[in-house]
């Protein structure tokens, strides 16, 4: 079964980090652009970062400086560091796949999806 899992999203007070993690299991992760994207409720999803499958990584401006976007080969992960966070930050993330890692913030490539992890992002 083809299927990516995301874990790692919870509680964090402000400033405070998190890292989230894109398990992949019935297909190998490695020869994707993998992508990290959230929804914000009444709002559209967005991206947030990407790795390409060649390691080439991208973010969006509000994300630059603050996450990075890693890739374990013999886990079949993705993972996202999110350093610095703050209330704005609070909402669903998810990871797909994608065919091509811009524009980032762009949902038009991405094809396969895990089913999200909830941060929050309070005091």
């Known amino acids: 079964q083809v299927q990516l899992v995301e874990s790692g999203g919870g509680l964090v007070q402000p400033g405070g980090s998190l890292r989230l993690s894109c398990a992949a299991s019935?297909?190998?992760?490695?020869?994707?652009?993998v992508g990290w994207f959230r929804q914000a409720p009444g709002k559209e999803r967005e991206g947030v970062s990407c790795i390409s499958s060649t390691d080439g990584t991208y973010y969006a401006n509000s994300m630059k400086g603050r996450f990075t976007i890693s890739r374990d080969k013999a886990k079949n992960t993705v993972y996202l560091q999110m350093n610095s966070l703050n209330p704005e930050d609070t909402t669903v993330y998810y990871c797909?796949?994608?065919?091509?890692?811009?524009?980032?913030?762009?949902?038009?490539?991405?094809?396969?999806w895990g089913q999200g992890t909830q941060v929050t992002v309070s005091s």
């Open positions: 797909a796949t994608r065919g091509t890692c811009t524009p980032v913030t762009s949902t038009f490539s991405a094809f396969a």
């Open positions: 019935g297909f190998t992760l490695n020869q994707y652009a």
